[in-house]
């Protein structure tokens, strides 16, 4: 693979792999994964076909918010390595035609970071202005009503300076001033500290909550908060979140990464579909490549329904706007639960063969599920504050084995180890051709080798009894994808004339086959269709 054996970037035909370090192989008997097992897995990686790896974050950290909650930017914690373990997985990664992703997260630190620490020292601090401190507001208490993760008030208050910070996640995660220019410079050396090292790109961490109000207005209430919801949804986040001078922010990084041909820049950012776009930006001021599209996290899983949300969405970008599609990653349910194993084929189906960037994340292609964690091993600090913020049965570790601890420890492990495990684990759906690994890997190397299914257009054909069907094309060359949603059989209409071959079929045991009108799909079934030419 070359970048110029296609049209596009390689971030455009290529698919993401998310890597949690913490749970991917362990190889040092700590119970915790570090680079040196993903170094290990890469030949596994290049075996299943993506393009890139994303790496949550590695960087020093007390680890309150799993490396969410960063103490030195340039340094590598020990817990998985060192920087020359980084620096030998990038090398290793390149070696093989596989990127790497770094997690940037410039919202926030650790309150343990040397710039934090200095802040809080005293008002007068060279640094204080590179966090954001207030005043308490006029009753004494907190200077707004915004809250936090917690769904307690995001304003934490410092008895020595007699001020508050703000955290829009854990107090230990005290939020930057990105209206202060010298902060600016200072994550821009970051970015550059690693773009010269040769990395990839960033996955910025919420890129939407950087800059804040001005004035610190309150938020207003949520009219859409009904009991159940998370407590921090009381609040519409409009004057704590996605104000509009982020955009010159991005802008700035954007810029920069320009400066370094085929560096990816990806957003997090949890908004509504037109104000996602928005980070793209446009011809004049561009933003990211990717902002990570989470739609597919909550979608109703029906055929009308997910024809409606992709149609939407293809019709919000505009031509310069690269779409990107994410089924599952460390803050979320696994599809494998939301959906059970034969819904999962039909999604992994689905995520492969829509036009934009897919992102796996570990695990998805061998159908893992949460893993329930009782509450005295609870180890996500969200989960351990709050009853039901808790992250950690998405995060076990990766099913590589039969062995003990499924192959990922000789120690014990950080998180559990389900049972089925022994059976549903990496060696063992290697050799099941049948298997959901496969059809990742099957899906994932048509895409390398049909420009239809990477780069090609477009063009949705509806749904119709419980089928969504859509076409992709580059040239002479057309797929028709159908998906039946339904967990019944049907007999769909194609709408392509004359006789199709089936390329694929999401239970992997019908390729070859050949169909006319009324094409019989089974429950949950997925297929790749191509024209016979006559
Ligand atoms: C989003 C990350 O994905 C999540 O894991 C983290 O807790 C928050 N950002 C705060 O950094």
Not at 198 to 226: C, M, S, T
């Amino acid at each position: 693979m070359t970048d110029s054996a296609q049209d596009g970037e390689w971030w455009q035909r290529e698919a993401i792999y998310e890597v949690y370090p913490r749970s991917f192989l362990d190889t040092d008997g700590d119970g915790v994964g570090d680079l040196t097992g993903i170094r290990r897995k890469l030949d596994y990686l290049q075996w299943l076909g993506v393009g890139a790896i994303w790496l949550t974050p590695v960087f020093r950290s007390p680890m309150r918010d799993f490396g969410y909650d960063i103490a030195d930017y340039r340094e590598v914690d020990p817990a998985f390595g060192s920087l020359d373990d980084l620096d030998q997985l990038l090398a290793e990664a390149h070696a093989r035609d596989i990127k790497v992703i770094l997690d940037f997260v410039p919202n926030h630190t650790s309150d343990q970071h040397p710039w934090f620490r200095a802040s809080r020292s005293s008002r007068n601090n060279a640094k204080r202005d590179w966090y954001i401190w207030r005043p308490p507001g006029s009753d004494g208490g907190p200077p707004s009503n915004w809250l936090s993760i917690l769904g307690t008030s995001a304003w934490q208050l410092d008895p020595a300076t007699g001020e508050y910070y703000y955290h829009a996640f854990l107090p230990e995660q005290p939020d930057l001033n990105w209206r202060n220019p010298e902060v600016r410079a200072a994550m821009l050396d970051v970015m550059r500290f690693w773009l010269d090292r040769g990395f990839d790109g960033f996955r910025v961490d919420v890129i939407w909550h950087l800059i804040k109000d001005e004035q610190f207005r309150d938020n207003p209430v949520n009219p859409a908060y009904i009991e159940g919801m998370a407590a921090d949804q009381r609040l519409s986040p409009v004057f704590s979140t996605d104000r509009p001078e982020v955009h010159d922010v991005v802008v700035e990084w954007r810029t920069l990464i320009d400066g370094y041909p085929g560096a990816v820049l990806i957003g997090e950012a949890y908004l509504p579909v037109e104000r996602l776009v928005a980070y793209y930006g446009d011809e004049t001021r561009r933003e990211v490549h990717l902002p990570f599209n989470f739609q597919m996290f909550w979608a109703e899983w029906s055929a009308p329904a997910i024809a409606q949300l992709v149609e939407s969405y293809e019709g919000t970008l505009n031509h310069a706007a690269w779409p990107n599609w994410v089924l599952g990653n460390h803050d979320q349910p696994r599809i494998g639960s939301r959906l059970g194993s034969e819904r999962a084929r039909l999604a992994a189906f689905l995520l492969l063969t829509l036009r934009g960037t897919p992102t796996i994340y570990y695990g998805d292609e061998l159908g893992m599920t949460d893993v329930p964690v009782p509450p005295e091993q609870v180890q996500d600090t969200f989960g351990q504050r709050v009853l039901g913020l808790g992250r950690d049965p998405a995060r076990t570790p990766m099913q590589w084995s039969a062995e003990p601890n499924a192959g990922f420890t000789t120690g014990t492990p950080w998180l559990p180890v389900p049972p089925d495990a022994a059976t549903r684990n990496a060696a063992a759906l290697t050799e099941d051709a049948r298997s959901i690994l496969w059809l990742h890997k099957r899906l994932l190397s048509l895409r390398r080798d049909e420009p239809a299914l990477s780069m090609g257009s477009f063009v949705s054909m509806g749904a119709q009894d419980g089928v969504f069907s859509f076409l992709r094309q580059d040239g002479e060359s057309t797929f028709l994808v159908m998906l039946n949603f339904d967990s019944t059989s049907t007999s769909a209409v194609a709408p392509l004339e004359g006789e199709l071959e089936i390329a694929l079929s999401s239970h992997l045991d019908r390729e070859g086959e050949r169909c006319r009108q009324g094409i019989p799909i089974g429950p949950f079934e997925a297929l790749l269709l191509r024209p016979l030419r006559r």
